[in-house]
Structures are given as structure tokens and as C-alpha cells.
């Protein structure tokens, strides 16, 4: 970057709007995938609005300096590794909302949190489906650029299926509106779907026009224990071929001790899997899901089943599961998988991680949204052991050959980011490959755009 | 396109699958939109499988010939309308289909009905829901390529949100699988929506994989007359603001009567609009539904309510919303128009329809998805009156531009195609219009796909 470049670009937005205090921009270097190659930025910029982003990539084209849009840094695939010497583009400050309770539809900036989101629009009577474990302190930007998931994927789709519309800025600066309030639109390609999951690469979205739907009624929740987590894969397909549930979780045993060890909730330390179900359909349709889904896990094999439809209980068992990170994360450092594999793989799945993890001599606790096949084995490991840290390293990369062998995808919803580029040609193939550098080419031609993550 | 060329096309393929006979290509000229500019192709190929189909599109890229896909010729748009010394591509043989009732999933070929996808997964306790009007005579294919949506999309979506995975064959011959049968993978960028709605533009999809959901439950529907436009439309606002209606339709004086004249079935001819709402919740759920719906209709000032549960009257109902094209085209060949507004603009377009009508005077039928603020103008013209026609282009434009004016679409469902694309620019704007062209351009460098059509 020539000398008095980054003095343009501060001379050019609002005072204290880009930073480069290191104090400050060493806490934007990396996201929760903790990277280790990450760079040191030349600046943090902090705009507030869709005409500040576009003088930032005006400034970054003409300047050829690399561009990393960063929503509140939760991602786990280093989606949001800054460049040496480039600007990390944080949009923490894009923080307005305005829902429309009559379209159903909410317009937001990317910096709003996913929870206040659904806080905001629930005042409305209404939902925001997607529920990414992190929901309470990610970004709905980072969300829209994973296109991530969560818990109630199993019934309600992913983020992108409740995206109408965005306003994006290109590299150039140009600023693009694309879709809108309206749940039919056919006009011109579908290039909002585009943007959604492409992970900073090929614009920064700086405004998003949200589908909502009406509230989810209250859950009703089904917990069960198995011997063996072959008995639970199937009876995750039992479940799936007789109804939909609006959850289907699963925990082996090394996250259920994990969990007990910290809740203290009485779960079955003995079971080799749990499963967490839960209906959300109206009125008796609720509980006879319920019924029927405690009926199935008993046929497959259940040692032991709970049901409840009492709100404080079911949000008990959907706590548990959601705390399962932070519990294992307790036995040490994690190193956080997301692969995803047709349900029917399920179980061959969790037993090849097991295998894995035993020829690495790790710990790798496994929980999945079993529901829809998105696995997220743990691998707990202690970094500053060199010969640990590359025994884990390695387990991450077996696992996701395990995936793609068993007919799924090296990441369902966390995105791939810098941690998970070197295995996305394989994946993809070369063909699929090309295809999604042409479009990465054809929009971002001097690769600023989050180099080196993504597509 | 050189002498010899063609032969060489017709020597690589299996015999009888070029077609060059006049008296068969004819009837592959123009689809259901009777583009006056439809130009006379060179040959018609009906490959049945995707190595065909590349092998067509190499040999198109080695001649610089175009090619025009066609599903079963239901596009109302011209996004099928051949060209002069052309190829067009029909997906009429493509009809392979495997149900896999654990993932929840079809994977099909393109030249399958919509009603036919809709039988075979139903025979697994499978329901596809996108049920554009033409179900029973229109192509899957062709609902991927135009994004197609339906009376169900209010509650359930358009055909994108059903689209797992493609095999696309690219301009250049090259076949890409893209998705698969996951709900979750953000594993490069999203590409196979990119494909759905891109109108044969970008390639040529062989193979679809396609998400299934239970089966819908009975049918609980209300009925309303209402002595203006307006009260009907506030009373679209009211139920879309307290529930989410499985169907949600509106037909003006002019299509009651037109139905009426046809099935005679005891509509009411004085009412200035119809409303056929319809909920499929579960048990109880659905006849709350339809009470609190028929409830806020009255509120609004219905002169008459008709609520049942009983699926044979419900079907009924529908069937007169789904007869309204043909029993207006009885009174003349139609200009089917298609836009879409925020559904609070629904009485602004509707009087603004009307004011066009008298303005050229023209009878111009409406109908609606009014749940989703899609709406269906039918102008009833006699394309052999050069100023009658003249007048019906005239009100097609303007139609457009109300829309626009309204923060609207020009196209909901049906798609661009050639008769849409002048009001393309115009509607996307510059800066999108653009955007959309550097994809085009990246996908299809030669412009031998649907040239003059979609983007």
C-alpha cells in the first residue's frame, strides 16, 4: 500500500472510523477458528453506513489492498482471518432494524445481533427461524454470509431461505440492491441467493430484507438414552420417516458427561447417546408428535424416554444441548468440526470418528443437528503441544475425507473460511471448482475480497 | 452455422434424436407466450441423458450456434422461444425419477410434470409443494429454470426453497453437480440457486435433487365475496397479519363472472371480488384457522362468508380459482401478465388495472395470489386487431410500470423471458442490471444460451 494511502482513507470517513491503534486492531485479527496465520491488518474500520463501505472498497480497489468483512468474529472456519496489512471491515456499528409486521418482513444491518433480531420482531409477533448455537452473541451479517444453520434447521431450512433480498457493495465500491420484500421475484438471476453463504468473498452485504413467520408455539420435547449409538442413528430415522420435528439432537457420551459434569441435571452418564426431540405443531398436533416420537425411540431400542410439554422442562434438555460446547471446551482447547452427511450415514459417521479419535489418541466428543445429517465433532486437544496439536490437525482433515466418502459436505453451516480452503477443491471437484472461481473472478477481479477464504 | 455442422451433430448422437423435419420443429417454436418474434430453429434434439446434453452444448460452443432449453412449452414469458438457425434443447425424454423417503428427497430429471413429481413422491407419503397453476402440464425443468411458484408459495415457499442440488451442463459442455441431498452445505459458493430462475441462460440442468416434505393435511377453506376491491384487500392485510394461510387468492368481478359463465356453480355475480383462503394446519388447528379467517373477512365488510371443511367442497373453490385463465380466454386470447407488490399495494394495483383497462379499453381480468402480493392481470385482446394489440402491449408496459411505481416486480413466477426483458434494465437498474450481465457474461462468455431471453 503506497505511504499515504490508509492517511486518504482516514481523511475521507467520519473521525475515529477506521482505527489502527494495535491495541485495538489486535483484537480483530482473528475470529473463534483462532487461525495461526493470521496477519496483522493495517486498519480496523468501523462504518456505519452502506455509503462509508462503499468508499472503503472504492479506497481498497483503487489501492489493491485486501478487504475482510467481520461481523462480531464468532465464526469457527476463520471466515473472518485478517490479511497483513489489509483492512478488517467490521460492521458492529450497522446496527438498525425496521420490521413490517404486514409484509412479514424486517430490514436490517448486518451488525444486529442474531438474538436481537428475533427480540425485535418477536415484539411484533413474529420469528426469525435460524438458531446457530452462537445465536446470542453472532452477527445476522455472519450469518447471512455462512448461510448458517442451527437447531431448527431439521424443519425450518437455513438462513438463506429467509433472505428476500440484500444491499450489497461491490469490490468496486458500486452499491447493489438486490431483491426485496417480496416472496416472489423473478426478475433478473437470483443473485441474492448468490451473496448468501459467500462468506465476504464477493461483496459486503451492508443491509438484508428478512422473511419472517409467525411465532413458533411452545415445544413439546422428548429426551431419550441409548446403548449404543447405532440404535439412536436409526432411531433418528425412524423419527425423520414418520414426521418432522422441529429439533432432533444428538449427544454421544462423551458430551453428555461434559455436560453433566457442569449442569449437574441427572442426564444418564451410562448411555453411549441422547437424543433431544421436539415437536412445534399447534395445539393436541404437538403432543401427539410427541407421543409418536417417544413411541419410535422405544421401538429402536431407547433404554430410557422422557417426555415433557412443560416449556421449563423442554428448555432444561435444549439447554443441555446447547451448552455441550462450552462443557467440552472445558476439558480443553476445541478444535470444531462441521461436517454433514446424509442421515442414513449418521451412524457410520459418529462410529468413524470414534475409530479416528482412538488411532490419534483424542478426545473427540460428538454432538449433531442428527436431524438433518450436520455433525460437529469436537476435538479437544492442548495447542501449545506441538505433537497434539498435529495429531488433532490431522483428525480434522480425516474427518472431512470420512464425510465426503459417506456422500456428505466438508462443512453444513460454519462455512470454510481459511481453515477448510485446502479441502474445498477436493470436495468440490475441478469442475464445480472453476465454476465457482469464474464467478469469484468475474466479481472480485483483483481478488481483494477476503483472500485465500471461501470460494 | 457451417454447411457440414449440423450433420456432425446429428452423426454424434443417437439416431432420431436431431429432429429437423419442419412439420415437427414448428410445434418447438414459441411456448405458451406465442412470441410473434420466435424465429424458425435449426433442429430440435430431445436428449435423455446428460452426456447427450453436453454433447450438444460442445458442439454449440464450436459453432456458435444458439440453444433454446425447453421444458413442456407452458412458459408464458417467451423464456422458450426459438431462434432463427438455432438449436432448441427439449427435456421432454429426461424423465427418470428415485425417492429416497429416509433423506427426504427426490432426485429427478427435468422433463417430468410437476403433477407428475408430486404423484411419485406421494406414493412414498411425500409431498413437493410448488404448485404453479400449470401443475398438470408443465415440467419440472422448467419450474427450476423459471423459479415457478404457485397458490401454496404464501405459506410454503417458491421452488427454489426446494432445490437441493443440480447437474448443470455449462455452456462449454461441462457438467457440474452442484448440492446434493443435504438441507445443510455452505461448502462453496451457492450455486445451485444461482441456476434456478437463471431461464436456460447459464446452462442446462439435467438432474435436480429436490426436498420433500410430509404430506399436506386437509384442506379447511373460507370463502368471501366483498363489494370492493378494497375491502378485499384490507381483508387480505387482516388475515395476513394474524395467521399464515396456506392459500390465499383473489379474483376480480370480471373472472367470477368469467368462471361463472363456465362451471355455473353459484358465484355471486354482483360481488366486486372473491377470496379463497386456506388453512392446512393439523387437527383443530385447521378449522381455527378458518374460523378466525372467515371471522376477519366479515370484519372487513364481506357481503358473504362460506367456511367447510369438507375436502370435496374445498376442492371446489380452488378448482374455480384454478379454471379462471381458461374461462377468461374463452372471451379471448390473453396477454397473461404477472407482477407482484408489497401486498398493502394489492388495491393500488387492482385500481390501477382497471384505470389502464378503461384507458385502452381493453377487458382486463385479475386473479391473485394475494397472500403474496402476486398478481396475474389477464388482457384479453384480439392479436389479429393490429390496434387492439397495439393497445394490449401498450397496457402490458404499463401494467409494469405501475407495479414498479408500487415497489413492485415484474415478474413474480413466471419469468422473464423475451416478452419482459425490455422492462428489465428499467426494473433492476443500472448497477444490478450490470451485475447481473458480468455473471452472464462469466457463465456464458459466447452468449449461445436462450440469447435475448432472461438476464
Given at each position: 500500500?503506497?505511504?499515504?494511502?490508509?492517511?486518504?482513507?482516514?481523511?475521507?470517513?467520519?473521525?475515529?472510523?477506521?482505527?489502527?491503534?494495535?491495541?485495538?486492531?489486535?483484537?480483530?485479527?482473528?475470529?473463534?477458528?483462532?487461525?495461526?496465520?493470521?496477519?496483522?491488518?493495517?486498519?480496523?474500520?468501523?462504518?456505519?453506513?452502506?455509503?462509508?463501505?462503499?468508499?472503503v472498497l472504492?479506497?481498497a480497489?483503487?489501492?489493491?489492498v485486501p478487504v475482510v468483512t467481520?461481523?462480531?468474529?464468532?465464526?469457527?472456519?476463520?471466515?473472518?482471518?485478517?490479511?497483513?496489512?489489509g483492512i478488517?471491515l467490521?460492521?458492529?456499528?450497522?446496527?438498525?432494524?425496521?420490521?413490517?409486521?404486514?409484509?412479514?418482513?424486517?430490514?436490517?444491518?448486518?451488525?444486529?445481533?442474531?438474538?436481537?433480531?428475533?427480540?425485535?420482531?418477536?415484539?411484533?409477533?413474529?420469528?426469525?427461524?435460524?438458531?446457530?448455537?452462537?445465536?446470542?452473541?453472532?452477527?445476522?451479517?455472519?450469518?447471512?454470509?455462512?448461510?448458517?444453520?442451527?437447531?431448527?434447521?431439521?424443519?425450518?431450512?437455513?438462513?438463506?431461505?429467509?433472505?428476500?433480498?440484500?444491499?450489497?457493495?461491490?469490490?468496486?465500491?458500486?452499491?447493489?440492491?438486490?431483491?426485496?420484500?417480496?416472496?416472489?421475484?423473478?426478475?433478473?438471476?437470483?443473485?441474492?441467493?448468490?451473496?448468501?453463504?459467500?462468506?465476504g468473498?464477493?461483496?459486503v452485504?451492508?443491509?438484508?430484507?428478512?422473511?419472517?413467520?409467525?411465532?413458533?408455539?411452545?415445544?413439546?420435547?422428548?429426551?431419550?438414552?441409548?446403548?449404543?449409538?447405532?440404535?439412536?442413528?436409526?432411531?433418528?430415522?425412524?423419527?425423520?420417516?414418520?414426521?418432522?420435528?422441529?429439533?432432533?439432537?444428538?449427544?454421544?457420551?462423551?458430551?453428555?458427561?461434559?455436560?453433566?459434569?457442569?449442569?449437574?441435571?441427572?442426564?444418564?452418564?451410562?448411555?453411549?447417546?441422547?437424543?433431544?426431540?421436539?415437536?412445534?405443531?399447534?395445539?393436541?398436533?404437538?403432543?401427539?408428535?410427541?407421543?409418536?416420537?417417544?413411541?419410535?425411540?422405544?421401538?429402536?431400542?431407547?433404554?430410557?424416554?422422557?417426555?415433557?410439554?412443560?416449556?421449563?422442562?423442554?428448555?432444561?434438555?435444549?439447554?443441555?444441548?446447547?451448552?455441550?460446547?462450552?462443557?467440552?471446551?472445558?476439558?480443553?482447547?476445541?478444535?470444531?468440526?462441521?461436517?454433514?452427511?446424509?442421515?442414513?450415514?449418521?451412524?457410520?459417521?459418529?462410529?468413524?470418528?470414534?475409530?479416528?479419535?482412538?488411532?490419534?489418541?483424542?478426545?473427540?466428543?460428538?454432538?449433531?443437528?442428527?436431524?438433518?445429517?450436520?455433525?460437529?465433532?469436537?476435538?479437544?486437544?492442548?495447542?501449545?503441544?506441538?505433537?497434539?496439536?498435529?495429531?488433532?490437525?490431522?483428525?480434522?482433515?480425516?474427518?472431512?475425507?470420512?464425510?465426503?466418502?459417506?456422500?456428505?459436505?466438508?462443512?453444513?453451516?460454519?462455512?470454510?473460511?481459511?481453515?477448510?480452503?485446502?479441502?474445498?477443491?477436493?470436495?468440490?471437484?475441478?469442475?464445480?471448482?472453476?465454476?465457482?472461481?469464474?464467478?469469484?473472478?468475474?466479481?472480485?477481479?483483483?481478488?481483494i475480497l477476503n483472500?485465500?477464504?471461501?470460494?
Amino acid at each position: 500500500m503506497p505511504a499515504d494511502a490508509l492517511a486518504a482513507l482516514i481523511a475521507e470517513l467520519p473521525e475515529g472510523m477506521v482505527v489502527t491503534d494495535p491495541a485495538v486492531t489486535e483484537g480483530y485479527r482473528q475470529d473463534r477458528a483462532f487461525d495461526p496465520s493470521a496477519g496483522k491488518p493495517a486498519a480496523v474500520v468501523r462504518p456505519r453506513r452502506t455509503e462509508e463501505v462503499q468508499t472503503v472498497l472504492r479506497w481498497a480497489t483503487a489501492n489493491h489492498v485486501p478487504v475482510v468483512t467481520r461481523g462480531m468474529g464468532t465464526g469457527l472456519s476463520g471466515g473472518a482471518t485478517a490479511v497483513d496489512g489489509g483492512i478488517v471491515l467490521s460492521t458492529e456499528k450497522m446496527r438498525d432494524i425496521a420490521v413490517d409486521p404486514v409484509t412479514r418482513t424486517a430490514v436490517c444491518q448486518p451488525g444486529l445481533l442474531n438474538a436481537e433480531v428475533k427480540k425485535t420482531v418477536a415484539e411484533y409477533g413474529l420469528w426469525y427461524p435460524p438458531d446457530p448455537s452462537s445465536w446470542e452473541i453472532c452477527s445476522i451479517g455472519g450469518n447471512i454470509a455462512t448461510n448458517a444453520g442451527g437447531l431448527c434447521c431439521v424443519k425450518y431450512g437455513v438462513t438463506t431461505d429467509y433472505v428476500l433480498g440484500v444491499q450489497v457493495v461491490l469490490a468496486d465500491g458500486t452499491a447493489v440492491r438486490l431483491g426485496g420484500p417480496r416472496l416472489k421475484d423473478v426478475a433478473g438471476l437470483s443473485l441474492t441467493k448468490l451473496f448468501v453463504g459467500s462468506e465476504g468473498a464477493l461483496g459486503v452485504i451492508t443491509e438484508v430484507t428478512l422473511r419472517l413467520v409467525p411465532p413458533q408455539q411452545p415445544l413439546a420435547t422428548v429426551v431419550a438414552y441409548f446403548a449404543s449409538v447405532e440404535a439412536a442413528a436409526q432411531a433418528v430415522l425412524g423419527v425423520t420417516s414418520r414426521l418432522r420435528p422441529a429439533m432432533l439432537e444428538f449427544m454421544d457420551s462423551a458430551t453428555i458427561n461434559a455436560v453433566e459434569d457442569k449442569l449437574r441435571m441427572g442426564l444418564d452418564r451410562s448411555a453411549a447417546a441422547m437424543l433431544v426431540a421436539a415437536s412445534d405443531e399447534r395445539g393436541q398436533a404437538g403432543s401427539e408428535d410427541a407421543e409418536l416420537m417417544a413411541a419410535t425411540f422405544t421401538e429402536y431400542g431407547a433404554t430410557e424416554v422422557f417426555s415433557t410439554g412443560d416449556p421449563d422442562e423442554s428448555e432444561a434438555f435444549i439447554a443441555a444441548r446447547r451448552f455441550a460446547i462450552p462443557a467440552v471446551e472445558e476439558k480443553g482447547p476445541l478444535l470444531l468440526e462441521d461436517v454433514g452427511v446424509p442421515v442414513p450415514a449418521l451412524a457410520d459417521l459418529v462410529s468413524g470418528i470414534a475409530r479416528i479419535a482412538a488411532q490419534h489418541d483424542l478426545m473427540i466428543a460428538v454432538i449433531a443437528h442428527a436431524g438433518d445429517g450436520n455433525t460437529h465433532p469436537l476435538i479437544v486437544h492442548d495447542p501449545n503441544d506441538a505433537a497434539e496439536l498435529e495429531r488433532a490437525n490431522l483428525a480434522y482433515g480425516e474427518i472431512m475425507n470420512l464425510a465426503m466418502e459417506l456422500g456428505g459436505t466438508i462443512t453444513g453451516e460454519h462455512g470454510v473460511g481459511r481453515l477448510k480452503r485446502p479441502w474445498l477443491p477436493g470436495y468440490l471437484g475441478p469442475d464445480a471448482m472453476a465454476l465457482n472461481q469464474r464467478i469469484k473472478d468475474a466479481l472480485d477481479p483483483l481478488g481483494i475480497l477476503n483472500p485465500g477464504a471461501g470460494v
